[in-house]
């Protein structure tokens, strides 16, 4: 399938292993957490419950009555059973395996794709608070919520795209399931939030393209996707708080000619040499190995990277950058110093003559 090679990073506070070009990328992708059901009220009596359940060493009997309120023909009775689930599940950690081992994933699953946009809010946000077990996370895809969770994306209120992409980026740390995810239509949906949605779904977004690109296929979608100008676009608004995400899923990306060819065609190479002129390490460090990857196979592509007065900002980076950093600066001036066809053609002219 050819995935990138792994590295840690940190998701509603536990640590997980498929995210990342290099160690540095952890923390870039540290706030994957659209959870907001702390926001929902309830009855005082419904409330009273839900406390002593998540204060009980014993939930179970209540998790089977919900699980059961889940099937229920009342539309409300289902809402507030997701509801609770939701919280249950979110609010603690030993909850999420027996709500799934007494069977929630299936009715949850059949909850996503109803036309009731809070019924169908609160199962994307239950499976979602359910997968943070990993243990729960092949039921779930086993289960068949792929494809609901991929419509969720396209059919939901701002909440239930927002985690419906979280639960996606979930599923997609079993490697089986980002070919799935992919074939199922996510990617294009995914990019539309990254580029469309609030700073929240821009993030999850970003998060969920950058681990389900670590596949070749999905990558190729990403750009027939129109990925490369959101991308550019956020990298080049340093107050966004989105550069280093955008940076990283980026650097995935150009492995692939059709990522490279739109990168430039969306103006990405002026925002890449600003952000070695003025972005942080961190970010000065991915800009300058997406260059370097850019400009390999192509001498028009480094002469567009010169022109843009690249080469005074890589000086300075391979003198006070990181170890990383300095030695791809410096590969990188070699190649931006290296003579230019036309020039070379120039003088084998004047030699000639």
């Given at each position: ?65 919900l ?9 409300d ?9 939701r ?13 799934a ?17 809070q ?49 996606l ?47 070749k ?7 027939r996707?129109g ?52 972005g ?19 001498v ?10 690249a ?43």
């Amino acid at each position: 399938m050819g995935t990138e090679s792994p590295a840690n990073y940190a998701y509603m506070g536990r640590n997980f292993s498929d995210l990342s070009i290099n160690d540095s990328s952890s923390s870039a992708f540290s706030d994957c957490n659209s959870d907001r059901s702390g926001e929902f009220p309830t009855a005082s009596s419904q409330s009273r419950r839900l406390l002593l359940a998540c204060a009980s060493e014993n939930s179970d009997d209540l998790i089977r009555q919900l699980v059961s309120d889940l099937e229920s023909c009342s539309i409300d009775e289902q809402k507030q059973a997701a509801m609770e689930i939701r919280l249950l599940a979110k609010n603690k950690p030993e909850n999420r395996l027996k709500i799934a081992k007494a069977g929630a994933v299936k009715p949850l699953i059949s909850l996503i794709s109803s036309p009731d946009l809070q019924l169908q809010e609160n199962g994307v946000t239950a499976i979602l608070n359910l997968s943070l077990c990993d243990e729960n996370k092949q039921l779930i895809a086993s289960s068949g919520a792929i494809k609901p969770l991929v419509r969720a994306l396209k059919t939901g209120n701002s909440t239930t795209k927002e985690n419906a992409a979280c639960a996606l980026l979930r599923l997609s740390q079993m490697e089986e399931n980002k070919i799935t995810i992919g074939r199922s239509g996510a990617i294009p949906l995914l990019v539309n939030l990254l580029e469309n949605s609030s700073l929240r779904g821009k993030k999850d977004a970003s998060t969920a393209l950058y681990s389900l690109c670590s596949v070749k296929e999905n990558k190729i979608r990403a750009v027939r996707a129109g990925i490369m100008k959101p991308l550019a676009e956020l990298m080049a608004d340093f107050g966004s708080s989105m550069v280093d995400k955008s940076a990283y899923v980026l650097s995935l990306l150009v492995s692939i000619p059709e990522a490279r060819t739109s990168l430039v065609d969306e103006g990405g190479i002026p925002v890449l040499v600003e952000i070695i002129e003025v972005g942080s390490q961190r970010q000065k460090e991915i800009a300058v190995v997406v260059l370097l990857q850019i400009c390999e196979d192509s001498v028009a592509y480094r002469n567009m990277v010169a022109r843009e007065g690249a080469i005074p900002p890589l000086i300075a980076l391979s003198q006070s950058g990181t170890n990383r950093a300095k030695l791809k600066a410096e590969a990188l001036i070699e190649l931006l110093r290296q003579p230019r066809s036309g020039d070379a053609a120039a003088r084998t002219s004047e030699v000639s003559v």
